[in-house]
């Protein structure tokens, strides 16, 4: 999902400014699909096993997001065994933040998928990596475990240390703790439980499946609906909770009507399926097996 390796390389369209859907429906003329360039054709089994594998620094940053998370849940617990703050809060506060973390994961996906392209400030590589995703999405089940991870463990490490530090400055209570390493923790696992939403049923570690089908996890089938056309929908992938009350009552399209109205740009979604977007031969029915 947010991670920066690239692998297979995609080409996004620029944003276009133009009418809604509303009025584009009046025209007459239909637009085929562009042909997707030569380098998109790549099988995502020839990519280079190197772009996969974890490194050093890869293996560095997921460790210190590791330790970051650590340490706020475990200051938590600390408060509570003290005395100082009752056990059923920071349960409380880690439960709202796995709610939160699934509407964030899918908010944020909404955006990389729909706006941006790859020369966007600070989050360019993300929004190819998301399209990338698109068009190879088992070479995502393929990547080692701190490859997946590490973008999102270095905004965590970055991120947590300082709050957490500023939590204990003003004597928190031992919920805040929890709540802030509990979104963390799920927001930096979401690319691993997106990964398991690819993976095939007899390749899964024991028990995701049955989290999977109790809706703890976001399933394959629910995530697999994401990768059909238009690609406009079941952007959460904690649990995946937050999906139908978000499609149900469209509360992406009306985001983006709001953002076309006041700026002018039209989401990805809005056009026809672009073929940087097209999931190629070989990577078809990861979901069913």
Not at 36 to 61: E, G, K, M
Not at 158 to 168: G, I, T, V
Not at 200 to 207: D, F, T
Not at 217 to 223: K, Q
Request: hydrophobic share 40%; with cysteine; proline share 8%.
């Amino acid at each position: 999902m947010y991670t920066g390796t690239l692998s297979p390389r995609c080409h996004l369209r620029p944003l276009r400014r133009s009418p809604p859907p509303c009025q584009a429906a009046t025209s007459t003329t239909t637009t085929l699909p562009p042909s997707p360039p030569p380098s998109l054709s790549t099988s995502p089994r020839a990519a280079d096993p190197d772009s996969l594998r974890s490194t050093w620094p890869h293996r560095f940053w997921t460790l210190a997001g590791s330790a970051a998370i650590l340490s706020s849940l475990s200051t938590s617990a600390s408060l509570v065994s003290s005395g100082s703050s009752p056990a059923l809060d920071p349960l409380a506060a880690a439960l709202a933040a796995y709610t939160l973390a699934d509407l964030s994961t899918g908010i944020y996906h909404w955006l990389v998928d729909n706006y941006g392209d790859a020369t966007t400030p600070l989050v360019g590589a993300q929004i190819a990596a998301f399209q990338g995703h698109h068009r190879h999405p088992s070479t995502i089940t393929l990547r080692d475990p701190c490859n997946n991870l590490h973008a999102l463990s270095r905004a965590a490490a970055l991120s947590l240390f300082p709050a957490d530090a500023l939590l204990s400055a003003a004597d928190a209570p031992a919920a805040a703790h929890a709540f802030v390493g509990g979104f963390a923790a799920c927001v930096v696992l979401s690319q691993q439980f997106h990964a398991w939403a690819h993976e095939k049923r007899r390749r899964l570690p024991v028990g995701v499946e049955w989290l999977q089908d109790a809706g703890v996890l976001v399933s394959r089938a629910e995530h697999a609906a994401h990768h059909r056309r238009p690609y406009n929908s079941n952007y959460c992938i904690v649990s995946g909770m937050w999906n139908g009350v978000l499609d149900r009552y469209k509360v992406f399209e009306a985001l983006e009507m709001v953002v076309y109205f006041r700026t002018g740009v039209r989401p990805r979604s809005w056009d026809e399926t672009d073929a940087s977007w097209m999931e190629v031969a070989g990577d078809e029915g990861e979901h069913q097996l």
